[in-house]
């Protein structure tokens, strides 16, 4: 930093001869020690505040010639302006050096990131949200229904006549009705209540299947109806591919006109818009008690385009489902003219398809809660 | 049900030779007329090389007392084979023989090789080294009849074959037999059904051999009765045949009944009929307390509702279900008694499930056999193979008729299969499938055809059941994918579904999940099934006031859902809580790794409740159904040492509780909970908290009680918290109503306040909020510029979120024991205008004034210090 001497050539003439320059002196070395902004201040205070020791220098103008005021005025002014330049010198170096400290500044952001890890969504979860976002844009209602069931909802009005063979491809959980006694083992071979002996309770199951949303969608909405089911499951099941409570997806269209090939239309729809890929659609004959004709339906797979690969054991097809047009016993059930009115319905597994999205070859983890899987699925 | 290529073969005749498509078209054909193909297994290959072989001479071995040396002759060379089984016939008798380089179905390569100093040249089979037959006590031994070289499988069909397993729905019962299976396919692939001739005897009326007593079960009765029956083993082919359909060869009466089976789907029985009381058989219900021991030896305490076939003493069998154990066919039976009958269904299906016998014969006549023609072909087939393969002549015969399903007439409009469809197939093909599938078609009236189905069809009931025929074998890919149906519409309005809530709650469920999931926490999806052993740990250990049972949130054991069906290692009862699920996968976690746990699941609870309300359609139903809350339960556990950076503690769960609601669109707060809330057994007495939203409580948190971590052997000190939410409780989300800016600066005031530790932290803040909303408006008496209508009031400081906030909680020194000072920081401003100290503090003190008022009805001592 230059010297302060120079701004004291033009005023130290016309100052008594016992000047004492000692404040110059001392102003130079505490702007020079000054090493913050407010150590400065109280420099700048010090020494060229209104009484600073510098400022002082000033009154000897009295005792000057008038002739000589004005070049003391000017030789004054020159000082100061000099002193306050070099304080402000001071003070942009000070300013640099800090910033320099800060920029000096260096931090490993890559050692221990202070995570808050977001947590996840189930795989069903997912899934099940994923198909109803697609089926709401094409048009239909989402709705539910209650996971115990009566067997009127869950089998009479679907079809399933009583003591018919088709009540066995549904391995039933029956419940008991308010206030029975606990069970006497006198069930069935499946332990399904005595048929001969069925008491007074009201004949519950845990619902097989999500299709008796159907009914009671039926009975409290006039056609023309579109709607999904969406819900928890269960059959008397559990090996390395079946669990006991699984989830299942169902759709429902009622309207006049309504044939096979609506049927097909909709679900190449569906699963082109869900996997976002032209998918084709196959229908098979097959039976299920409450469509008549009845089909199983299988989609193009998704990951080899029909060509083969391991998901769908090199078929090129994959398997979801079944369908039909709705049996005109079931519309009669509703009251509803099967003359007037025909409609489709379509059913599939929820599980199965998040198993398939995600490549998932246990349904174990499905329902055993591991966060080392569950985590995969942050949301 | 098992279905062989061979037999099809000879029941598809095509006009050309040709033989059926390959196994895999053939599958194909098969699945796409919607008789599923889930199994394909080809049987015998390379057992063309197995030959007839002619014994020349037999010869004790040198070295092995059980070795013999056998000479034979395989057409071109006589050859020598050391031979283990005790029955090689004598000189002159036929084996079959499998040469050396033959691979035998289990994989054995045959070669030449030296068997105890005596060189072997192939080997002498079993049925059981060939596979084409169980018996393995000794050697095949064929007819005398046939020429030393001859190929075995020229000889018997099916010894080279494909056997397809189909899976048959319940509709088909036709499809249970070759020969429905072949109906189908014959159209399907342009072939001829050909089935096997039947014999067509003379028999004598003999009207004693069969009463009907039970005409409403019984449709028809077909009861022969066959003298100079030789019982014996069935010929090779016919064994064959049952063994590559997995029936066991017994002998040839029972084999004859069975392969009818196969053949027609009409299960027979034969009866020793000198083991019947007067010979005859009685269809009649079991009478109270009769018993009868079926032929697997059970002793069935037969209900009135079982039908049976009795003698003219008691019951020989459980009709269309079983046989009893002292009438079957055993050699030496002499005279029988043959049944081809048609019984009603649905009796068949409870009488074999009461029972737990599913048999082959019940499985199909719960489905329903042929009541009309194909009954008697299937008896004629029968009577034909029991006079050619046992000597057995029929003598009389007697068929009684009972009810029997009506026939259906259906009309069938070629447009309605166009619209149902939506596709057109050619009335000309149309009519050709139904001719085929035997479907009398009148087309007087090219509209409405009048239709008449088979009696092999039980199926076909209505006019849609005939367009799914037409469907079924036309085929489905040529159907379009196009949509004549209007598109997109949604509809609104109620739901009538009996969701909890509706609509508004499946959102509502949805947006919970994703507030929970953003709180850091996995969801799990757990089972809904429970142990009552396991459920009653959620209950108080002292059982609550009867007189509360029905309102507070645990169901007891009373309102539980019981299953009449468990499974077995699955709870007998569905869940009446979350807690048991989730401690469940906590366990499982613990097991196998050391990190912190925090999950979550929303899903309903189940138990019984007052019953509902209901109105609408589905009212007398929901009526009789139990109550399915909706909840989510919050579970954050942590063994000794894990750690993953946030603590697991009651604080941070009641907080994230609270941040969870939030993220919904309510604001909570947390209320002191009663240490003895029967409600919340499942939480530690002391650690537990209230959730309230809106005034209302919406559920709970709190550290588990320790007797669940023990229970479920979580190690000792492992940290465990559980939050939950009653879903169905929480109010309607408010809309969000901005308030707002404040423009001038707050300011804040602390105190101090000496209180017992009891009194909750909640409790002072309510006590406090409540004393300033109780207050006068101070304002104007301290300012005369209209502060009155801008009074200072209790707000957010400018520094935090919430206007009374609890800055300290300190016991110690200077604080007597059991007691705690509370440092609390109240916030004040006024709207429009800077406040001055003087009124800020007149009204601070004013509520801390009031606020102790209050407190001291809960503790005489409470004071600011």
Known sequence: ?379 | MLISRAWLQELLVDPAGDPLPDDDALSRTITSVGLEVEGVERVGSGLEAVVVGQVRSIAAHPNADRLRVVELDDGTQTLTVVCGAPNVPPPGGNVAFAPVGLTLPGGLTLEAREVRGVQSHGMICSEQELEIGPDHDGILVLPTAWSPGQRLCDRVAGIEDTIFELSITPNRPDALGHIGVARDLAIKLGRMLVVPPLAEPKIPPQPELVTVEAPQRCGQYFGYALEGAKVGPSPLWLRVRLHRLGLRPINNVVDITNLVLMEWGQPLHCFDRAKLAQGRVVIRMARPGESMTTLDETTLELREDDLVIADAEQPQALAGVMGGLHSGVLPGADTLLLEAAWFSPRPIRRTARRHQLSTDSSYRFERGVDHGPGLARAASRALGLLERLAGARCVGGHVAAGQRPPLPQIVLRPARTRSILGMDVPDALARKILAGLDVEVDASDPDRWVCQPPTHRPDLEREVDLIEEIMRIHGLDDLPAVASMPTAYGRSGPTGLREPGGRQARADQDRLIDALAAQGLHEVVCLAFAEPKVLSRMLARVPPDPNAQGQGPVAGPDRWVHLTNPMRGLGPVLRAHLLPGLLDAAALNVARHTRPIRIFEVGRVYHWGDPPSAEGPTAAIDRVLPDEPLRAGVLWVAPPGADDGTPVDGPGLAGLMLDALEHFGLEATLRPAAPDDPALAHLHPGVRAQLSVQGHEVGSVGAVHPDLVEAWDLPEDTAAFYGELRVDALPPIPPVSVEPLPRFPATSRDVSLDLAVEISASTVVAALAQSAAALPDLSSDLSSDGGHEDPVVLAPPDHGRTAIEVVEDYRGKGVEPGRRALLLRLGYRARGRSVSDAEVQARHEAIIAGALEDLRSHDAQARAR
């Open chain 1, 1 to 379: 930093m230059s010297s302060i001497r120079p701004y004291l050539e033009d005023i130290l003439p016309l100052l008594p001869a016992d000047f004492d320059d000692k404040a110059v002196d001392e102003f130079e070395v505490a702007v020079s020690e000054a090493t913050d902004e407010a150590q400065l201040y109280a420099v700048q205070v010090k020494f060229l505040g209104k009484k600073g020791q510098i400022t002082r220098i000033r009154k000897h103008m009295g005792t000057l010639a008038p002739d000589q005021r004005k070049a003391f005025g000017q030789a004054f002014n020159k000082l100061k302006d000099g002193f306050e330049q070099h304080l402000q010198a001071r003070r942009e170096a000070l300013e640099a050096e800090a910033r320099a400290r800060r920029l000096a500044r260096r931090d490993d952001l890559t050692t221990r990131p202070r995570r808050r890890p977001p947590g996840s969504l189930h795989p069903i979860t997912r899934t099940r949200r994923r198909l109803e976002i697609v089926f709401r844009q094409m048009g239909y209602d989402v709705v539910d229904g209650p996971h115990v069931e009566h067997e009127k909802y869950n089998f009479d009005d679907l079809n399933f006549l009583e003591d018919h063979p088709a009540r066995d491809m549904q391995d039933t959980f029956f419940a008991r009705g308010r206030g029975d006694a606990p069970a006497s083992s006198n069930g069935g071979p499946s332990g399904a209540p005595d048929e001969s002996n069925p008491g007074t309770s009201p004949p519950l199951v845990l619902r097989t299947h999500t299709s008796p949303v159907q009914i009671r969608a039926m009975l409290t909405r006039p056609p023309p109806i579109r709607l999904v089911a969406p819900g928890t499951v269960f059959r008397r099941d559990d090996d390395a591919t079946h669990s006991p409570m699984f989830h299942q997806i169902e759709g429902l269209c009622i309207d006049r006109g309504v044939g096979m090939a609506d049927l097909k239309a909709t679900l190449y729809r569906f699963l082109s818009a869900f996997f976002g890929a032209d998918l084709e659609v196959r229908l098979r004959p097959s039976y299920f008690p409450f469509v008549e004709p009845g089909a199983e339906f299988d989609m193009q797979c998704p990951f080899c385009r029909g060509s083969g690969c391991s998901v769908c054991k090199g078929s090129g097809w994959i398997e979801l489902g079944g369908s039909g047009m709705v049996h005109p016993a079931v519309l009669e059930a509703v009251q509803i003219d099967p003359e007037v009115y025909t409609g489709w319905a379509f059913g599939f597994g929820i599980d199965r398809m998040a198993m398939l999205l995600h490549r998932i070859n246990h349904l174990r983890l499905m329902f055993e809660g591991d966060i080392r899987f569950l985590e995969q699925f942050s949301c």
